[in-house]
């Protein structure tokens, strides 16, 4: 069978990059939480185009969850390659019993983005000559400015499907550092309330995401 004898010798598929994955094109649209999961758990086993699938779903919701945060556009395209390096890294110990997969990467996305912060602050701290704030507003780039602004405009765009509720818990949460006890407690709500709140409003972004990409 001269098929399966050439199909034999061929030349092994070269192993692509991290970037040759989350750039590919081509990923299925999901609709439950529990392929999201799988999807986890099959990143976690080695599956490529898994990880892939995920950066499709999510990684305008990183990138501006990362960019509030920093304030800086370029960091934030750099730690959202990071995060999903971490995701590939971490997706065999992920337990869907501890929440829903948006917010289990918005939270390494939020220690990313917190951890680069702080480096930076300290670095200010030590380079006491620091830099002229004209100087760098005129390296700014438009182009980048702009596709940061559009970013922006779509996590606003994205948070307005929340309740005034989901939104304060979810914004407290991630924008404030906050644990899901710490935000019972600045909030004055009991503990189990803002998880469902925050809960319910990761699912909502989960459902705007797949619909977005779906256009």
């Given amino acids: 069978m001269p098929a399966a004898k050439d199909r034999d010798h061929a030349s092994p598929e070269p192993t692509p990059t991290l970037g040759d994955l989350l750039y590919a094109k081509n ?3 999901l609709v439950s939480e529990n392929e999201w999961a799988d999807l986890v758990r099959r990143a976690g086993e080695g599956d490529q185009q898994a ?3 995920l950066y499709e779903r999510t990684h305008r919701i990183v990138f501006t969850l ?4 920093v304030k800086n556009g ?3 395209e750099e730690l959202t390659i990071d995060v999903f390096h971490d995701v590939w890294r971490r997706a ?3 337990d869907p ?3 829903p997969v948006i917010g289990w990467i918005m939270n390494q996305a939020r220690s990313r983005a917190i951890d680069r912060l702080r480096f930076e602050q300290r670095k200010k701290r030590v380079n006491v000559s620091g830099c ?3 100087t760098r507003a005129a390296d700014k780039d438009p182009q980048q400015e702009w596709e940061l602004s559009e970013r922006c405009r779509m996590l606003r765009e994205a948070l307005q499907i929340l309740t005034l509720e989901e939104r304060e818990a ?3 949460a991630f924008f404030g550092e906050m644990t899901y006890s710490e935000v019972a407690a600045k909030l004055s709500q009991p503990l189990g309330t803002v998880k469902t709140r925050i809960r319910s409003a990761l699912g909502k972004l989960r459902q705007w995401l797949e619909n977005e990409d779906g256009i």
């Fill in 132 to 134: 002229d704030p004209l």
């Fill in 27 to 29: 990923t299925r649209l």
């Fill in 51 to 53: 990880l892939h699938s």
């Fill in 97 to 99: 019993e501890g929440g």
């Fill in 74 to 76: 370029e960091t934030a």
């Fill in 92 to 94: 065999s110990s992920y």
């Fill in 170 to 172: 979810l914004e407290t």
């Fill in 66 to 69: 990362i960019v509030r945060i």
